[in-house]
């Protein structure tokens, strides 16, 4: 079947093939490469396991390219796939070329590659009328494009999903379509459009089984949207249950559910209760720098510390801003306790100097200046900014002079007894 294993069964040689890529993952990959360039012959017996040592051979390539960060060979073997199981019923070719996409999206830095590769696989399944993998393959490729921050791509490409799911009633994938339309239109702040597609996603997911990990990422979502509308409890009661589900399921994503979890906390100013839970059973497993950044940012809310705030930041910026849920809830939180202590150092004055004002909040007095300047346009507070002399001059909040308004309501009200007035004569002529 295959040169180098002529005396041994195709099973025992891959198991040692295996034994092989711990240590020297060199002589395994040209292994499982020379399994794949033997001929497929012999008896029905004999081919069968031919077959089945290939298609295995297949996968366990595709692994060890992904632990090589082989992006370059995985994407060629990708591409490869269908000559490789042109023997290979439609269902296993299916399912073999989904595994090894899902094995590429680990390899990190590239998204760009895997859209490319995605897109082949998509021609080949449709010039071959494979209906069904086609369909996942666009599923799969819409999830890159939303990776990839293409969101009006993947809006277009779920569009004509959707049309064609509903008619073949495939609630299986509609339901993960539905779901993905919903993270593409909060990427781009469409919060009903995302709340809408949520909503058709948890309605298909209850009319057919939903596995654990469709329905955490079902509650993922959902809790994101509730922190959106500044509904944090409700939120961190979704987080939680993704949390246990993903831990169960062993999934990656569970530290995601786990540092929203800690943010909901920090935005409903419970810091005090972070360390508690990062100190959990739970959580320990999945300790590490991006849970302590969510720790230094709960201990610098609870401190009401802008300058640790800012040094948090600085120390774990990666953390913070690789994920745009974080960053975004904890920018405005950045900007509140901005305000909320800029406006308690500058109460008792009428007049005072930025740069008093920058030396009190310990900030760079540019940063402060521009902020008091925000402020004053946000009629946060009333005052101007004397940057000849470097000094704010707060005023009182002066109440509002409601005689104009109170003649306009005069002339409006005339306006409207005179035309009555004309009706009437008009009617009487």
């Known amino acids: 079947m295959v040169a180098p294993a002529k005396s041994k069964s195709g099973a025992k040689y891959l198991e040692e093939t295996a034994e092989l890529a711990k240590t020297s993952p060199k002589e395994a990959i040209a292994r499982y490469e020379e399994i794949l360039r033997q001929p497929v012959s012999g008896s029905s017996v004999q081919e069968a396991e031919a077959l089945q040592t290939r298609e295995t051979a297949l996968v366990k390539l595709g692994e060890l390219y992904r632990d090589t960060k082989s992006a370059n060979e995985l994407a060629a073997l990708i591409r490869g796939a269908p000559t490789y199981l042109a023997n290979t019923s439609k269902a296993k070719t299916a399912k073999i070329i989904r595994s090894l996409l899902d094995v590429f999206a680990d390899i990190p830095d590239s998204l760009s590659l895997q859209v490319a590769v995605c897109k082949e696989s998509i021609k080949w399944a449709t010039d071959e009328k494979r209906i069904f993998l086609r369909q996942s ?31 073949l009633d495939d609630k299986n994938v509609l339901m993960e379509v539905q779901l993905l339309e919903s993270k593409a239109h909060h990427a781009l702040n469409a919060l009903p459009k995302s709340r809408a597609a949520l909503t058709s996603a948890r309605t298909s997911a209850n009319s057919i ?37 993903f831990s169960t399921q062993e999934d990656k994503r569970a530290i995601q559910a786990l540092k929203y979890m800690l943010l909901c906390k920090i935005m409903l100013n419970l810091s005090s209760d972070v360390n508690a839970i990062v100190n959990s059973k739970l959580a320990l497993r999945y300790a590490g720098p991006e849970v302590e950044a969510m720790r230094a940012i709960a201990s610098a809310h609870q401190n009401r510390s802008l300058l640790e705030f800012e040094q948090c930041w600085t120390k774990y910026r990666k953390e913070i801003d690789d994920d745009p849920i974080i960053h975004h809830h904890l920018t405005e939180l950045y900007d509140t306790l901005f305000e909320q202590n800029l406006l308690r150092i500058i109460e008792p004055f009428s007049r005072v100097e930025i740069a008093h ?49 109170a003649t306009l309501d005069t002339i409006k009200n005339m306006g409207n007894v005179v035309e009555s007035l004309y009706e009437k004569a008009a009617q009487l002529t």
Request: hydrophobic residues 40%; charged residues 25%; contains cysteine.
């Open 137 to 167: 393959l666009e599923t799969r490729l819409a999830a890159l494009y939303h990776e990839n921050k293409m969101h009006a791509e993947a809006l277009n490409l779920t569009g004509a999903l959707l049309k064609e799911l509903k008619r």
């Open 209 to 245: 089984y939903c596995p654990p990990h469709m329905q955490a990422a079902l509650d993922l979502q959902s809790g994101i949207l509730h922190a959106e509308e500044k509904d944090f409890k409700t939120a961190y009661s979704y987080f939680y249950e993704t949390l246990e589900s």
């Open 357 to 405: 004002v920058a030396k009190l909040i310990k900030l760079p007095t540019s940063t402060v200046e521009t902020k008091l300047s925000q402020m004053i346009l946000d009629k946060v507070f009333y005052g101007i900014l004397d940057q000849g002399a470097g000094c704010l001059e707060v005023f009182d909040e002066t109440e509002a002079d409601k005689t104009y308004e």
